[in-house]
């Protein structure tokens, strides 16, 4: 324990001094394009470039099997379109005209039972929507027991949806059905996918003594300026800068996000994007909403929420406002102590964005006794560390590579998932938590399939060569959403990836904390990241893997 403690010692020692290097570099604000010396910014020519830009990840060469994996996670997430391109917005679907009704709401229900219920959508001319696509979320829940699940929408295609639920605790159980975007929205979000995803730009500075410049970063970039080409060369990812007129392509000391692009939509295809209206706006009863569910006799609840089949839905519950997974059991860690003694002897690695920088965050604020190191790293960036000396526990954060759209990272901190997975040797006692998703929004689905595989690979390697290692990976979350927002970090576009990343992960010996569900079943109101007592159940459900109740 001693020896192990002062080997660490020397390793925090080592970063310390790496980071201070980097903390005399001041980094220079710049506009979309390029900057010199804190001058005032000046938009170049580029910005009236109207030419398809050069994007990296059309160029990848893919074996035949990976294109048919492609083509067939593409298949998977079509959404139905209307039939018109253009729909009037007094024709598109209008939450307040359109209703649900619980089918047999009359009927004897006991826990264990299916609940349908039909979702009739018109619009605003109270007239019957003929087409489906849009986008709904719905749950069962009783406020008095702080329970919640989800339910599985079925797209009808005629206007009308079935949504499913599993009756999963007795009492009153109460339906709502929310209408996060109407297909005529889907639409707009599709062609900003295909069409601008330079609507995120990012920036880069580069440095030379007193002398910096800063110019936009991007994985598509306008075509007709120099570049600096920063594509891994280990994973193939792709990613360029605009070449600093004066300084070379190896002074880059930072990456920063740039900004969002203003003006995307017309005026019609605003009408489709108002948050009072028809972004996130419930889908009331037109008969009663909710029904009494029976205790079902005879029957050990505890045995029945267990499912043998990983895909059941809904994947868990919430009851007393602790998450119950049907598909494993759950310990709910109440105390420190619990925590430390689950995590004793473990190295813990947090891969990603800033949702899983959450866990970090927890787990350093409940565990008295696991102190974060400074490593100098910049504020909600990492970077971060934080040690147990007296249980010989090491927790690390690392945000993934980008596109990221944190402040400032540093140059040499900007780092793959999928080769941070290949410097390690794994084992019993290494932990690895995984997500990877709010960036990637703004991207054609193919930029976030080449990522993953990347990920995947390393992922397969590291359990090939260290079968005992545990590998979890965290789903994506809903969020808060208004006009703008919809437009860059929609749910939807949320729930495209998040499709894409359990297909390419079934079959892996990896773990789920079904975040999606843990957020869209609880009753505090969206946030892209979760609320205190919704981080807890994930860090629950987190530590039932690395912890397993024996049974």
């Known amino acids: 324990m001693r020896a192990a403690g002062e080997v660490l ?11 201070l290097e980097h903390l005399d570099d001041d980094t220079v604000s710049g506009s979309n394009w390029i900057t010199e010396n804190n001058d005032q910014p000046s938009l170049s020519q580029t910005t009236k470039v109207t030419r398809k830009p050069y994007c990296g990840y059309e160029q990848q060469t893919l074996s035949k099997r990976e294109q048919v994996e492609q083509e067939s996670l593409l298949a998977a997430i079509q959404w139905p379109k209307p039939p018109d391109d253009k729909i009037a917005f007094l024709q598109s679907t209008d939450p307040v005209h359109s209703d649900f009704v619980i089918v047999k709401p009359r009927g004897f229900f006991k826990v264990g039972d299916q609940l349908e219920v ?8 109270g007239k019957p929507k003929q087409y489906g ?3 709904l979320q719905a749950r069962i829940h009783s406020p008095l027991l702080k329970a919640g699940a989800t339910g599985r929408i079925v797209d009808c295609h005629n206007g009308l949806y079935k949504v499913f639920f599993t009756l999963l605790w007795p009492g009153e159980v109460k339906v709502s059905v929310t209408l996060v975007h109407p297909s005529e929205a889907i639409q707009v979000l599709l062609r900003l996918r295909e069409e601008r995803p330079d609507r995120v730009y990012f920036k880069s500075s580069f440095k030379s003594g007193r002398y910096s410049e800063t110019t936009e970063c ?8 120099p570049v600096c080409n920063f594509t891994d060369l280990y994973t193939g990812e792709p990613w360029f800068c605009y070449k600093p007129r004066k300084l070379p392509c190896a002074s880059r000391i930072s990456h920063a996000k740039g900004g969002y692009q203003k003006g995307l939509l017309t005026h019609e295809e605003s009408l489709f994007f108002q948050s009072d209206v028809n972004i996130k706006r419930p889908i009331l009863s037109s008969g009663p909403d909710s029904v009494i569910v029976k205790p079902r006799p005879f029957t050990d609840s505890s045995t029945m929420d267990r499912a043998e089949d990983p895909t059941v839905s ?10 119950r997974p049907r598909t494993h059991w759950i310990h709910h860690f109440n105390k420190s102590d619990d925590i430390s003694k689950c995590l004793q002897g473990k190295v813990i690695h947090l891969f990603g964005d800033s949702t899983i920088r959450q866990w970090f965050e927890y787990l350093t604020s409940v565990v008295p006794d696991l102190v974060e190191f400074n490593l100098g790293s910049p504020k909600n960036v990492g970077p971060f560390m934080s040690v147990d000396l007296k249980h010989n526990i090491l927790l690390k954060f690392r945000c993934h590579g980008p596109p990221i759209r944190f402040t400032t990272v540093f140059s040499s901190e900007l780092r793959y998932i999928a080769n941070e997975l290949n410097g390690i040797v794994g084992g019993r006692n290494t932990v690895i938590a995984i997500t990877i998703w709010s960036h990637f929004s703004t991207f054609p689905v193919e930029v976030y ?5 990347n990920i995947r690979r390393s992922v397969i390697q590291l359990l090939d060569r260290s079968p005992k290692t545990l590998i979890i990976i965290r789903t994506a979350n809903v969020q808060e ?14 729930l495209q990836l998040d499709s894409v990343m359990r297909k390419m992960f079934s079959g892996i010996a990896v ?7 843990m957020s869209l079943a609880h009753y505090l109101p969206h946030n892209l990241h979760p609320k205190e007592v919704i981080v807890r159940n994930q860090i629950d459900a987190f530590l039932s893997y690395v912890c397993p109740l024996q049974t």
């Open 481 to 494: 959403l208004g006009p703008e927002v919809s437009l860059f970090n929609s749910d939807w576009y949320s």
């Open 9 to 19: 010692a020397v390793v925090v020692l080592v970063h310390n001094f790496f980071q």
């Open 218 to 225: 991007n994985v598509c970039l306008p075509g007709d300026l």
């Open 133 to 135: 696509g849009d986008y």
């Open 314 to 323: 809904p994947s868990g519950y919430y009851y007393e406002d602790h998450w």
């Open 511 to 517: 773990h789920f904390v079904d975040a999606w569900e």
């Open 449 to 453: 399939i080449r990522r993953l595989r």
């Open 118 to 125: 039909l979702v009739r959508m018109k619009d605003f001319q």
